[in-house]
């Protein structure tokens, strides 16, 4: 069979399928110029046949590259080529797609292994959370209310806790921007730190103290262990503050203390949308108000 070197040089190609060999060559056979016989010389330019090997195969082909003489022995060991390198290219697919699961599931077990050993190998203060608290607090006594009878909380426990705890952390929150403006001022430091702890303690007592709906535990503990760590910040800054007056809140960004204050709130807040997604936008904005103005920076 008389093959053109136009599909010749197709059928060999590395990634030549199967049927694209198959229809090259059942084109060729339609327009076979030797059906019976091979020939000796070129059918286009009539130059003589040579000799040549392709993938390791002698065959006649024409000196200007016009074509190939195939035998039956040839057509065979081509569409066994093709057949092989279609197979190859499907297992190499196969192992690829294997591969890409393995190093998900990798990255799912690394992640949770980093997550896993990270508290007792990194510090605290690396894990800051991104800002969620993105507007401004409003001002002590501006906070918005809740809207006891256009508020999305529909159920009536739920609705008397949100009120009381929100009334609470606007005392929380009066005592934390005292220390916070006494702490900027020169003086005594420790003093200040002094003034404010009980205040924030017995806050923080009042809180625990509130009977909590089931649906908002979530909630609850999150203010309660942002307070507990609020603490212990205003205590570390009167420390350096009294050791150094040009020591600002800045400084203490990193700390462990104000780092887990933050994250804390930013819980409470996301925990708060998950229980009520529907949240009307007073509602809404009494409880972003305090989460916010409750965080230290």
């Known amino acids: 069979m008389w093959i053109d070197d136009g599909r010749l040089k197709t059928i060999q190609e590395p990634h030549a399928d199967a049927a694209a060999v198959e229809r090259l060559l059942a084109e060729a056979l339609g327009d076979r110029t030797h059906p019976h016989d091979a020939p000796e010389r070129c059918p286009p330019c009539q130059q003589p046949l040579v000799v040549r090997t392709l993938d390791h195969h002698a065959i006649r082909m024409c000196p200007s590259e016009h074509g190939a003489w195939l035998t039956a022995d040839d057509i065979r060991r081509m569409r066994a080529l093709a057949a092989h390198s279609e197979a190859?290219?499907?297992?190499?697919?196969?192992?690829?797609?294997?591969?890409?699961?393995?190093?998900?599931?990798?990255?799912?077990?690394?992640?949770?292994?980093?997550?896993?050993?990270?508290?007792?190998?990194?510090p605290p203060a690396v894990h800051e959370p991104a800002p969620v608290f993105d507007r401004a607090a409003p001002a002590p006594g501006t906070f918005a209310a809740v809207p006891v009878k256009a508020s999305a909380i529909d159920v009536r426990d739920e609705l008397a806790y949100v009120v009381d705890a929100l009334r609470l952390l606007d005392d929380g929150?009066?005592?934390r921007l005292a220390v916070d403006t006494a702490l900027r001022q020169p003086g005594d430091a420790p003093a200040a730190f002094a003034a404010f702890e009980p205040k924030q303690r017995e806050f923080l007592v009042q809180l625990r103290a509130l009977t909590v709906p089931d649906r908002l535990a979530g909630?609850?503990?999150?203010?309660?262990?942002?307070?507990?760590?609020?603490?212990?910040?205003y205590r570390a800054f009167a420390t350096r503050r009294a050791a150094d007056s040009a020591v600002d809140l800045k400084a203490m960004l990193r700390h462990p203390a104000l780092v887990t204050t933050n994250r804390e709130l930013i819980s409470a807040y996301t925990v708060f949308k998950k229980v009520y997604p529907e949240l009307d936008t007073q509602t809404h904005d009494a409880v972003y108000g305090r989460l916010s103005a409750f965080d230290i920076i």
Do not use: D, K, S, W
């Not at 294997?98 to 508290?119: D, K, S």
């Open 173 to 175: 929150i009066e005592n």
């Open 219 to 233: 909630f609850h503990q999150h203010p309660v262990v942002a307070t507990e760590h609020q603490i212990e910040l």
């Open 88 to 122: 190859a290219i499907r297992r190499r697919r196969a192992a690829f797609a294997r591969l890409v699961v393995a190093a998900g599931g990798l990255f799912v077990v690394r992640r949770q292994v980093e997550e896993a050993i990270a508290p007792y190998f990194v």
